[in-house]
């Protein structure tokens, strides 16, 4: 496996991420300023390379596109895009959740990060467990996705409600809505890592963007022929 | 309102307790020594009081009835009764659910709890949300009780659900059931407390006494006359 | 029991909520966009239906207006009503209690979400325990409440002060008013969870709103007849 | 969809739960009697399923052993299982690595578990990265598997290096193993959650089962046509 | 100022503690070995030095007795007292209060290092707030001391009661005592660091000792003349 | 002991408090509005009280200025007085000592609200133990001051060098100052409960006040003639 | 040792740290006004002194270069520089390194901290895990310097895998890049705090600056002569 | 650089980690069973390599030499030797320093780590500051060495002032010495973290061994001649 990197001095990126891990580069915005930013895309851009930026904000935003790069971005999700070619279509479908209303920035990130990768996303927003009859009437849809995306604040119980309903695999994702003792997501967070349904896993509270890489890692397995 | 109590040095027992709050002086065993809880429990006798004991040990029951006072104990809830005159029976009904099987003792200090100040009470244990059918099986019972107390260690999610459910108010009891990231019950205490569902309030981690004694200050008001 | 919800997309609107649990649904404002939260106003406003909102902004609430939904709002509490028909009177009578002046935001939640719904309240402010005779002089009004919220910050002891004066269930909310080891109001919420007065529960740090509606579930009760 | 349980009082077995969620209910067994234990092993083996139970004691082994159950036990799993009729292979093959040898409980467990579900296991044994060598030399195997569970206590950093090396789904299990600030595991827990490497989640500390149940479930889905 | 020390290799016995901050070195048993604890103890009775040591074993105690140092031993509090002068008496006096009797032995710590350093100690013991009229009995005796020490665990909330009752300085000692949200003493710490009451100051979970020590500090200072 | 408070509605002003403890009531600033604040110290005012409020806004006090209450104010303290009747002074003396300059603002809170109430303060700024000889220098000074304040941020070690050193007792402050793992304060919180130096307590972060109300308390004791 | 200080009052300027500890006095500038900023770099300029403080705003600077002090900035890592006399240089070579571009502000801190103290430094930024190649190509040089600087946020495994590749001391810097479970830095301190790699030790969160120092201090024993 | 391992099965013993990071691999004893850790020594042994494991039982010493393995064992430090051949001298000298005497555990294991490698060691016991004077009686002799280990459990405030006072890099292991607010070792942790004190950095909570790898690989260092 042959690696390597365009060295920019303030980073380097992985060119041959794809290769290794299935996925390109990723760009994590904060902490880079804009010039570093826009260095770093117009790199890409120049090796002909599609890239996806998490948590952008407008302002760099506006800058890269004042720049000439090419970026698209959703204000919802915060992401910031170059797509230079698009990726060959994932086999199957992802189901992405959401306890409520305030959960959407990200679960809108998760799904346009598998989207991003090629992969096909059905929403059900807002069917959290105050009201279990709401979950229950679109069921049967998140039963026939191949993973699920359970995204949920406050109490962050629809995870391991889903998970005793369904068979496929589960990826909560903890966000930081709510108030109080929900402290920033922590609350949800363990209510996640404490379920007692067998078939979930979790990552970083609020991040969508992780829960859709790693559900375009398992769709990659599927349709995978073994001897 | 005239207030009273027994001094005996390291105690000092409140005989005006029921007056003042509906229910008398109850004995929290940690931390007192046999012979302590052996004098505490003559002064009741002597005084043909009623009183219950939580967190009682097997050793100190059996030291009490030694000493010939006439007390009686459950060994699943750890709960040590002294009976002189069998409390009123109050009006209405309480369901006590269990998320599992392990969260039995504490469900069974909330019962007997509410059972000994003449309470009337009915479980429903292992009703938890990885096979949420079987809470369902049962919902028509839950919704007919005055108040449900429900009982859950690990991602505690059962109180959230079931308050989504009924319409009588619902009193959480998270238990320290579960392993690593549960921390001895931090995790259900938080998914009680952020629920997302309304009606429901949550006492200490394992503490099925507090909500037993909670749910029975509610059924005193219920049946009560209002001009 | 039949379900149903209206389906905004971004939101599932729960309609059925007051059959079930008591009280139609209300709305948790933050993580709403002022665009969301009107489309779900209207909702509400053309099905003929009251409903009350939380944790609203200002600059919200007159977007509402703006928007031509008769809407009213409380700057104390961040209260946004939109009332068609008058709740029907609950039983009883609510006592709402602080610690301190800098409780009241959350103390009109509570009274005030109680009152939408409506409970008869009354209001006990700034008794808190560095000054106990100031809770003393309004001891007998507290007494004579069927239910009474004690709201404090800081240490947070007023519930167990009260708890042990009264016989009616307490309902203790802690406020994240204080500051260094107040810790954003844990510690009122760990003073209120350990209370070695009995019969009392907590809710949330700041939710007097979770207060107001589990108060109404309990008045709900009151009244009602048992053979 | 047809859901069913048996009803033992103190539990309620979960027949359906294959059904619903492709594997049948598993017993986590702390916190149950050894004759709550016998008792529900009793009703699987009436029924001719097979089970498995998660941290169970040597004496509630041998005490279900005595009771003519055909139960057998491992010693460093802590995995009882009855055994009724073999489940059917599942496609693909999961590779299981440890950051040291004090992990290998609860890389067992892991193990144990997915093959008891019908999966093949490799074991990848103390490979952790302050001798990264060892892991390398191993890379090759690893990357062939379908999916990855990395088992690490202490800083847990191996997770995200191999997700950074393979192009696999990984399951990341933090373990208790270490001291001071390890916090029983809540170190290994945050760096899995805030890996910088996309494509894994997390599980409980020491949740070996969770993994093991979360890789079945894609392995599952891996060979599934789609059209 | 002069300060010297026996230096024992695996200890330092500061020999000028006394002249420097009023009272002369004591011994923290924990962590030392017996053979250590002897050696510093026989260093000191060869000095004819009094001195006390705090949470000392039994075996401790024992040992020490057999290697012929004429120390006595108080079961409840865990000090070993070494005397060879009786200290000057201390001006004024201290009143050590408890919640619980549970509290009792930290309460005795407190009291008996305040009586081996010359101080005249009273004991109000249970006068915890869920019967405040035991409290309120005990009033008149309270505010005639000079210093209180209030020592309570669960919600911790009597120091904060004290404090708005008393004019004498308040010195809170939280304690262990409690279980689930208590945090073994987190909760009363809390709840002490965050008094509204004016004129407390707080000391290490369960450290009776600390606030024997200051109350003595204090007490030196009383009857002083300032010209 | 006759108790009697003002009741504005959403204050009730105790006016009893110095004959109760020795101080009258203070105000704490935030939470309240500007209305409530100026209506509060008009009420003291009005009845010729003298009152100090804590963490006061400079607009607040302009506010208070402009409603021609003759209220003054100190921008590094954030101190708010009303002044009508000097205090009567007390006797001895206090030091206040800070780590760094940084702590100064606290430092101020305690010396002045302790000047306030008629004490002598003496302050030896940034004598932290980074270069102890600074320390050092002032200690015959500080020796021989009544009580000793000691505020410090970071690691927060001056309260115990400095308890070690003097014979009074010490009335230690953590500051929020510094960064990362200081966890506002919590990282010198800790260190003071966990002193080995004996004679030393704490109050809660960046509390200042406290400290100077503490000693104020002391002091009134000194002096007295105790037969 | 003769130590000695310039008292400002505010401020006690700690001449002899150089003579003392090996480098002389630095700033840090948060909690510091202007004037204070300015007093202090004043005196340091008239006592010919060359100082550093760290965190400094570019208002205080600017506001310094107003004052007349020959002050210089550095944007990045927040360094304002007054330089009298250049130090000499230390033998040796301190390699620093980051997991991201986001560390750099960190990693600039530390740099350029050693550099003022006249070191040797070398830059390998943005060679984080999930590219572990880009880490392997600069590993040669890394391995060349006396003293590796690991910087790293979120998970913050870089400070691990480069211990156990190398054989110099390393120190290990946190950084509090990332969010969510990384609790402002706590995340990859942990990690830090429990690498089962040997001969790396930690700093605070966001420390860039102790990095430096201490990086300083172990140069300077470099190339000591020893008999 | 070439890496090898024995490869074990549960343990991939890493021999190549002199060559790479200048000390040979240790043990870490818990978690592994008595004959894993047999077969790991015996494996060293055939290899004639020395090899230091760590908190190792008593009970697992006695079994290796019941199997003709020559270790040695010192109770005191729970260190387990098995040397072959004796590691050449490294230069210069290290301090270990303890604020008190049960300490001694981690500070055996620093030093005695330490003194396997090759290291010279002087011991400073029972320094700490609540009797400063005695560590300024040994603090020449603390000053000649080139690098000081502080350990020190409780308030953790040793490495502060000894980094104040030397010119050599300090190694601070917090201790797990203390109760209450210490929580196992936090409380020093902290106060290590945020020291004031440049020059110093940190290593896990008794975390001795480390401290003592650490400083062989700065002693390493020492005398290198840089051209």
């Known amino acids: 496996m042959e690696n390597t990197f365009e060295d920019l001095g303030f980073a380097k990126l992985d060119m041959s991420r794809q290769k290794r891990t299935g996925a390109n580069e990723t760009i994590y915005c904060p902490g880079k300023t804009t010039e570093q930013l826009i260095e770093i895309l117009k790199t890409f851009h120049n090796n002909k390379c ?5 948590r952008c904000s407008e302002e760099k935003f506006l800058a890269a596109k004042q720049a000439n790069i090419p970026v698209t971005f959703d204000a919802v999700s915060k992401i910031i ?3 230079n070619t698009a990726p060959g279509p994932l086999p199957g479908k992802i189901a992405v959740c959401t306890g409520g209303t305030a959960d959407l920035p990200v679960a809108e ?6 989207e991003f990768f090629g992969a096909e996303v059905e929403r059900y927003f807002d069917v959290g467990i105050a009201g279990i009859h709401r979950l229950f009437a679109k069921l049967d849809n998140i039963r026939s996705a191949d993973i699920v995306i359970a995204v949920a604040g406050m109490e962050g119980a629809l995870g391991s409600v889903i998970t005793g309903l369904v068979d496929s695999p589960v990826i ?3 966000t930081s809505v709510g108030y109080g003792a929900s402290f920033n997501g922590i609350a949800p967070l363990l209510t996640m890592l404490n379920s007692c349904a067998e078939g979930m896993s979790v990552v970083n509270i609020d991040n969508g963007f992780g829960a859709g890489m790693l559900a375009c890692r398992m769709l990659r397995r599927i349709g995978k022929t073994h001897d």
Not at 109 to 114: D, F, K, P, S
């Open 50 to 54: 599609s890239v996806l930026g998490t």
């Open 81 to 83: 895009k170059l797509i």
């Open 109 to 114: 990130e998760a799904a346009q990060t598998a």
């Open 172 to 174: 909560a994702v903890p």
